[in-house]
């Protein structure tokens, strides 16, 4: 797994240093500030992404030009240019290129972290900031004027960072928060960014398999039983589930035990051991290895730190 640095280091870290591009990119700006990063970057060719995961920061994505499909809720959604999507804290999620034919894309991404939305809620509760992204996070297909007003935000954001006047934290912050008001005002989700997927078999069968796993990932479960169990071969099943959701089954099933596992060492104080049996590991051992691929840091170390912010964002071959 390639290494992962945070976007919003603790304040008494060395300055955060850009993100590291591939020969096939272009990293056009990255400027983070108090809870707030903003990344636009252009990929040419195709790209699908390498690293499957959730993280803690809230995550708002527009397309400048391309296409993408983004796979979250076990099932594929196409965004295209001129697209917003919004994606939750902690949501499993992962973007690739949408066919042989795809040229490349240009986006921005505004990420947040959970600590400063609920600085946001706190002064503006009204606005109800984490229910409107757990309620509303998905794909948007924004009119002109909700792309301007985007793009505006964009190159406000941009500009205070590069000219660092008196007060440009502030400034930015406030452009995010004038963005977030636009957003919880008008914001329509489209009703057919899944439409060309519904009369496909092999759509419908890796959608199926996606939403057996995601319930009953802490369970014993082989690619015998699922071909069993939905009469499929299983060269068939494993081909078709990671060419539509750009997983493989034990991919799959280990991000959603490393979720819950997450969450149990955030909540409770049940001990490692206990905790790799709730989730479905038979060794603990072997679940410490798996936690650590995924949040780069070992289940002991991680619940020590609970109580301090850590982005699991990884920089390199982030989500694209």
Known sequence: MNPKRNFFPDINEVPMLEPVTEANEKLTLFCSIDGLAVEHKVRYGQYDMKIKHFHPEYEIFYILDGQRDFFFDNRVYHASKGDLILIDSNLIHMTKSTGADDIGHNRIILYITPDKLKDMESRYPSLGLTRFFRLNYGVYHLNEDQQDRFMNFYYKFKKEYQDKKINYKLSMELSVLELLIYMTRDLKKSTNTESFTKDNKNYQHAYEIADYLSVHYRDDIDLDFLARNFFLSKYYL????????????????????????????????????????????????????????YMNISPLKYRKQRNIYVSMIPVVDHLN
């Not at 990671?242 to 991919?251: F, L, V």
């Not at 991000?255 to 709730?278: C, N, V």
């Not at 603990?284 to 290895?289: R, V």
């Open 238 to 293: 494993c081909r078709t589930f990671h060419e539509i959701t750009g997983y493989n089954i034990r991919e799959y099933i280990n991000i959603y035990r490393i979720r819950a596992a997450k969450q149990l060492l955030e909540e409770t104080d049940d001990s490692i051991d206990e905790i790799a049996g709730k989730v479905g590991y038979h060794s603990a051992t072997h679940f410490e290895k798996i936690f650590k691929s």
